[in-house]
């Protein structure tokens, strides 16, 4: 299995909206809504911010939020700040198919700057 | 609260085995899944396996199905995994990782990360 497609990096002022995409297979993201997205700041463990898609865990901001299309998962982060800059990964359950023995799949990881 | 404290960082020789332990709290480990994911430095995440509620069920990615084991001791709480024949390339830090609620099929609750280094 392997790892979901994500830009390395993604870069955007204060207020302004970013997109994050995490490419995946028909094995996984095509097949499940259960793509998840956790963020990451340095030398910490990684917080989930999305689940199933689209919701948001109880405490994580609304200017985040989760779609997908296809084998395509996408993670936008709209009014921008400074405290978003981070790592971002996304995840995906890819169990289930024939032959699969790995269960979940994540993504290569996006570095957030605000400029 | 859910609380999952890993043990401390290990310093391994080529060839080696590791043994991580992560103790939860605040909850039973008979109600959830909990999985190994690692992290090498400067890369992404990597799910390895898990174990299931009952702890009789274990599921691990194929790159590491012959060389990891995971179990758990209900009557310390606490899970555990072994990664054998170390080589350079398992240098990461090592996170328990709890589903967010029961067959979850995300990751609300993460140890604080045990870092393994393997060197000769």
């Known amino acids: 299995q392997s790892a979901l497609t994500q830009p390395a990096s993604v870069s955007g002022s204060p207020g302004q909206s970013i997109t994050i995409s995490c490419t995946g297979t028909?094995?996984?993201?095509?097949?499940?809504?259960?793509v998840s997205w956790y963020q990451q700041h340095p030398g910490k463990a990684p917080k989930l911010m999305i689940y199933?898609?689209?919701k948001r865990p109880s405490g994580v901001s609304n200017r985040f939020s989760g779609s997908k299309s296809g084998n395509t998962a996408s993670l936008t982060i709209s009014g921008l700040q400074a405290e978003d800059e981070a790592d971002y990964f996304c995840c995906s359950f890819a169990g289930g198919f024939a032959g699969s023995f790995t269960e979940y799949v994540f993504g290569t990881g996006t570095k957030v700057t605000v400029l | 609260q859910v609380q999952l404290v890993q043990s401390g960082a290990e310093v391994k020789k080529p060839g080696a085995s590791v043994k991580v332990s992560c103790k939860a709290s605040?909850?039973?480990?008979?109600?959830?899944?909990m999985h190994w994911v690692r992290q090498a430095p400067g890369q992404g995440l990597e799910w390895m396996g898990t174990?299931?509620?009952?702890?009789?069920?274990?599921t691990y990615a194929q790159k590491f199905q012959d060389r990891v084991t995971v179990t758990r001791d209900t009557s310390k709480s606490t899970v555990y995994v072994e990664l054998s024949s170390l080589r350079s390339e398992d240098t990461a830090v090592y996170y328990c990782?709890?589903?967010?609620?029961?067959?979850?099929?995300?990751?609300?609750?993460w140890g604080q990360g045990t870092l393994v280094t393997v060197t000769s």
């Open positions: 199933e898609v689209t």
């Open positions: 028909r094995s996984d993201v095509g097949s499940y809504n259960f």
């Open positions: 990782v709890r589903e967010e609620a029961p067959a979850a099929k995300y990751f609300g609750y």
């Open positions: 174990i299931d509620p009952s702890g009789d069920g274990t």
């Open positions: 605040g909850y039973s480990l008979s109600g959830y899944y």
